[in-house]
């Protein structure tokens, strides 16, 4: 490296520890972002002479990291942005406290995927899902698939891993209709890991007509965009390659779409020439990641933490809850997104049966939707008043991001 680089890069370090000492999160931000003011190019810097994955979306994508960075850690040490810090500030400081790596997988906010695209020179980039989130400032769905394809159609020697069932992520990977010969095809690895959440994909983003969906199966009404046959996908509590072969994937992490998480992570390490076989095994010793799924027994309760940020996301933690009591809490603070309008989007009906508790700066927001969906339920002042209503035995925890992260504060900041 440059010698400016080392400088910031060792600076970067420095500040990220002396932050984590003073009790201020883990420091990646502020590290990062000290480098970058002294070496503006430093994560390129970083990067150089690493083979990095890129992994991107809206939901999923730190579970994903988590799971992709343990199954390419069969062939060496691996950098990676493990607690969710996934702007170039974070990216700088995971690869500068990482010291020299022969791989690095890396988290990716979309927003900024072509950003790091183009600092990183990643060898695989993995296009999870793209679905609406924070409604007063994130941009809409389309034009994330827009930005995404415009990034990648510029590389066109990144291998793509991307998601067979988002009709964005699809369109997305593949470059516009061309007669540039230029631009050639990229190499692009479908997988397919499920989709419950349908309701940003109606429209189809090449043409504007109707998607037209049936089982798995969706296709544009206007225009050739359809699903293309994925290579990966899930079948049974197990991973099915592209030769066909099948792996039972146990994991300690709860839910149908973690098992889908797993099969993306597999694919991601293939492209670097991990073998299932060997990945496997390591998928099952992820626990919890930056405190989602986390257990904590309190009073008797065994409590699990689940972090659902947006309407897809909620769809995806009412398939990972178990049958049991169940608390909601929400906020809307900066990083949830101010507008809790999308409470509206989704349907609670799974949770009817169950005892529903609700709590957080927003419960009555939460309190009017449960009304309007039929679902009964009990407000709490506090998390510990939640422990308390319910009987012995599991507590599930579904909150939003800030929420989540009062609680997690509550359980002693639980990874
Ligand atoms: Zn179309």
Redesign the pocket.
């Known amino acids: 490296m440059p010698l400016r680089a080392k400088v910031a890069s060792s600076v970067s370090r420095t500040a990220a520890a002396l932050s984590r000492a003073a009790g201020r999160g883990d420091g990646s931000v502020i590290g990062g972002w000290i480098g970058l003011k002294i070496d503006p190019d430093l994560l390129a810097h970083l990067s150089a002479g690493r083979a990095i994955a890129l992994i991107s979306g809206t939901n999923g994508k730190t579970t994903t990291t988590r799971l992709a960075a343990a199954a390419v850690g069969v062939l060496g040490r691996v950098a990676t942005n493990s607690f969710g810090a996934n702007m170039p500030t974070g990216h700088t400081s995971a690869l500068a406290k990482a010291g020299s790596t022969p791989y690095a997988v890396l988290e990716v906010d979309e927003h900024y995927l072509a950003q790091v695209v183009e600092a990183t020179e990643p060898h695989v980039v993995a296009l999870l899902n793209l679905s609406r989130d924070q409604l007063d400032r994130a941009k809409e769905v389309a034009m994330m698939a827009q930005l995404w394809r415009a990034a990648l159609v510029r590389h066109p020697d990144i291998r793509i891993v991307a998601n067979a069932d988002d009709p964005m992520v699809v369109w997305a990977a593949t470059p516009p209709a061309t007669h540039d010969q230029r631009i050639t095809p990229p190499h692009v690895t479908w997988f397919s890991a499920g989709q419950r959440w349908h309701d940003d994909s109606w429209v ?1 983003p ?4 109707t998607i037209q969906r049936s089982g798995e199966q969706w296709w ?1 009404t ?2 050739p ?1 359809r699903r293309p046959e994925p290579q990966w996908t899930v079948d049974d509590e197990g991973v099915l390659d592209p030769t066909g072969a099948w792996y039972k994937v146990k994991l300690q992490l709860p839910g149908k779409v973690n098992v889908g998480n797993a099969a993306t992570a597999l694919a991601v390490a293939a492209e670097f020439g991990v073998r299932p076989f060997d990945a496997v095994p390591r998928l099952g010793d992820v626990t919890s990641v930056a405190g989602r799924y986390a257990q904590v027994e309190r009073e008797g309760r065994l409590v699990r933490l689940l972090l659902a940020k947006n309407p897809a996301s909620w769809l995806e933690a009412f398939d990972m809850a178990e049958q049991a009591p169940t608390l909601l809490s929400i906020n809307a603070r900066d990083p949830d997104g101010l507008d809790t309008s999308w409470l509206f989007d989704v349907d609670f009906a799974p949770l009817r049966g169950r005892q529903v508790l609700i709590t957080g700066d927003r419960a009555y927001d939460l309190a009017v939707r449960l009304e309007v969906n039929d679902v009964p339920f009990q407000h709490v002042r506090t998390f510990d008043d939640a422990v308390r209503a319910v009987p012995p035995g599991r507590l599930e925890v579904i909150a939003n991001y800030t929420a989540f992260q009062d609680i997690r504060a509550e359980l002693d900041r639980v990874n």
């Open positions: 189809c090449e043409c504007g007509s544009c206007g225009c965009l």
